[in-house]
């Protein structure tokens, strides 16, 4: 396998499992990350993902352009015709929160797939870049907007121009990364945010998530309008009286996700 999943404590880990080529993607490992997406979407005994690469070298260095072949088809052809039954990688979602683990080389491909995440926290000798642009391309798996809506205008077209690229330090000062470990950190720094997350109530999880996609794009009176909504949707959910009593009891509340 490309790609292994393994669950335990509500955390689902998700590891690129192609060491020898720094983790890049390949039409396998593409296939199995949308089921790693889809798996963690449909359990019910998983509350949150990580996301890593095999090995000390790479998270993900891109897309393995030597087993990646241009499609037969026009680009009119794919873009106007039928929806493909393998859409891209760019596009994968999942309502649960997602936690990448950098514990490398994040480069084109690897650093989009990394931005599809929620958090991010990397190792001090993790490396960062869209390098498109120095092969006549560009970083079209999501890059440039994401990347625009993470880091600010001014550092998010430096690394697009250029296509520098930067370090840990630097990563952490733009806020493309959530955290700065050693890589002997990484694994236990990530599984903590993760456990964290795991032992809140999950619906409230999924809702504030999702509040800060959707809000992010609308007008700030439209988004409080659609905040009510959801917390009224939570108002009255077992979890949330569970919460209220084991609060008043003072002691762990016991979440089940209804």
């Known amino acids: 396998m490309t790609v292994t999943v393994e669950v335990s404590d509500f955390i689902a880990t998700v590891t690129l499992n192609r060491p020898e080529a720094m983790n890049a993607i390949d039409p396998e490992s593409a296939f199995q990350l949308r ?14 993902g990580v996301l890593t690469g095999a090995g000390d070298r790479a998270f993900c260095a891109s897309v393995d352009l030597k087993k990646t072949m241009p499609p037969a088809e026009t680009f009119a052809q794919l873009y106007f015709g039928p929806e493909p039954s393998d859409p891209p990688i760019s596009t994968l979602q999942t309502v649960k929160p997602m936690i990448a683990a950098i ?12 931005m599809l995440c929620d958090i991010r926290v990397a190792v001090s000798t993790a490396t960062f870049g ?17 990347v625009i809506r993470t880091v600010g205008q001014s550092d998010a077209m430096l690394m697009l121009l250029t296509g520098d690229r930067i370090d840990a330090q630097e990563a952490l000062r733009i806020g493309l990364i959530s955290r700065l470990v050693s890589p002997q950190e990484l694994p236990g720094a990530a599984r903590a945010i993760a456990s964290r997350i795991a032992a809140n109530a999950p619906l409230a999880v999924v809702a504030a998530k999702r509040l800060a996609h959707l809000g992010r794009d609308l007008p700030l009176a439209h988004a409080l309008e659609l905040e009510l909504q959801i917390f009224g949707n ?22 089940r996700g209804r």
Request: charged content about 35%.
């Open 35 to 48: 089921e790693a997406w889809r798996e963690i979407s449909r359990r019910d005994d998983v509350r949150v």
């Open 103 to 114: 514990n490398g080389f994040a480069l084109g491909g690897g650093l989009e797939l990394a």
């Open 234 to 255: 939570l108002r009255d959910t077992e979890d949330r009286i569970e919460g209220r009593r084991a609060f008043a009891e003072k002691r762990r509340p016991v979440f």
């Open 130 to 146: 869209f390098p498109e642009v120095g092969v006549g391309s560009i970083a079209a798996g999501g890059g440039t907007q994401r």
